[in-house]
């Protein structure tokens, strides 16, 4: 017999779901070229990501750029990362294995991450197909962004369940501040964009190397 200490997982998806980073990497450099401005190497673009495209763009833009240049790095990335977003994306290794693990219990799972909703949705569609994920939550207009907690506590209201029994699972000290915000249990995940190091002074309650080890702390067998 199972039973769960969970009744509800939200996952991240760049960083935690799939391995995003040369997509988004190329597509901004891109966009910057588009204006004359420098490119930045891929790594570095694990410090960028996380935020929102707004807000990737305030940071790869050069300093002194005014909101115009940044408006139109961020148009400019939309229509480039429209082209080529799965052209080296996928899932990390590991994570179809843990999710389908997951989805044949009754356990709600749901994506809520600050990419664009659109995006979000082209991407879930793409590399996880069928009804796995009951919510599906990218950045949208009149929904703020991660850390605040609105897009968790919407999900928890969608399941019908209480934030205390939900679990959030993230990359960066971002997810780790959104979990906490909301009342709910985090777990970290090395294998994504950010360091040991951020989860951990960020206070995530659970910290964990390999996709499979969400099971352990999800299903407990009696």
């Not at 139109?72 to 052209?87: C, M």
Request: net charge negative; glycine share 8%; aromatic share 10%.
């Amino acid at each position: 017999m199972v039973s769960y200490r969970f009744n509800t997982i939200i996952f991240d998806l760049d960083g935690t779901l799939v391995d995003s980073l040369s997509d988004i990497a190329e597509a901004a450099n891109s966009a910057l070229a588009a204006l004359g401005f420098p490119a930045h190497p891929k790594e570095k673009y694990r410090r960028f990501v996380g935020d929102g495209l707004t807000t990737l763009a305030e940071r790869i833009v050069p300093a002194g750029s005014d909101k115009s240049q940044i408006s139109e790095t961020v148009r400019q990335f939309k229509i480039i990362y429209k082209k080529n977003w799965a052209r080296n994306s996928g899932p990390y290794s590991g994570i179809m294995t843990m999710l389908n693990t997951l989805a044949a219990h009754p356990v709600n799972l749901a994506v809520l991450s600050n990419k664009p909703d659109d995006f979000t949705q082209l991407f879930v569609a793409r590399f996880f197909p069928g009804s796995m994920f009951g919510q599906v939550i990218g950045n949208r207009e009149n929904l703020p962004t991660k850390p605040d907690p609105t897009g968790a506590f919407t999900i928890a209201d969608y399941f019908q369940v209480e934030s205390a029994s939900c679990l959030l699972v993230g990359d960066s000290s971002v997810d780790i501040m959104t979990g906490k915000s909301a009342g709910m249990t985090t777990m970290g995940v090395t294998w994504g964009f950010r360091e040991r190091q951020e989860l951990e002074e960020s206070g995530a309650d659970i910290i964990i190397n390999q996709p499979s080890e969400i099971l352990s702390y999800v299903l407990i067998d009696r």
